[in-house]
Structures are given as C-alpha cells and as structure tokens.
C-alpha cells in the first residue's frame, strides 16, 4: 500500500502494475465496426437544456471525425479573403457546422492519429 502511494505520488507506474505497459507503436487495422457514428452520438442521453449539451457534442464529434485538411486550408483562405478572422471562422464551425459540412470532406481518423 505503501509503495502505491508513492507510485501515485510520484506520477509513476509500478513494476508489478496489473496493466499492460504501453505499446510503443499502434496499428492502424480497419474492420467492421458495431454501429455507426450517427447512433454512437445518440446513445448518450443529455437533457435538451443541459448547459454544457453543446460542447460535448462537439467534442464528441471533433474526436470522431476529421475534415480533409487541404479542403479546409481552403475554405478558411477564402473567408479570410472576404475579411473574416480567424474567431469568426471559428464561431461559424461552432454554431453553423452545416456550412462547412456541406463544402469540406470529412474521414474518421486512424487510431494512429487519436
């Protein structure tokens, strides 16, 4: 018990951990998955007024899926080009991401890159 508290202290794992040690490269292995984004979203059930509903569904969509980065450069070079800021642009993909999901590409990204 005691060297766990000093493990825990320390930040450190110990040598008779239960859990495997990390692995020093990962795979990327695609397959068939058990379900598709749209249903994983809806299995967590958030009251509609839940203050903090929005930011979570948009960092749950921000982990599961990417826009093509090049289509994206592009994008962004063209509202900067009509004098948008970078905020603004930002604020669009927050509140107004059927704009940008209708006009840029997006992937689920490999576990590599998660």
Known sequence: AQAERATAATGQASTN?????????????FRAVGGDGFHYFD??????????????KVALR???????PK???EKEDALRAKEWTQADID???YYNFAWFRSRVPRIVPPPSCL
């Open 17 to 29: 951990s239960r859990l495997d040690p990390a692995p020093a490269t990962i795979q990327d292995r």
């Open 43 to 56: 299995r967590p059930r958030i009251p509609i007024h839940h203050e903090m509903k929005k930011p979570y």
């Open 62 to 68: 921000d982990a599961w899926y990417m826009f093509d």
């Open 71 to 73: 289509d994206m450069k």
């Open 91 to 93: 604020s669009r993909k």
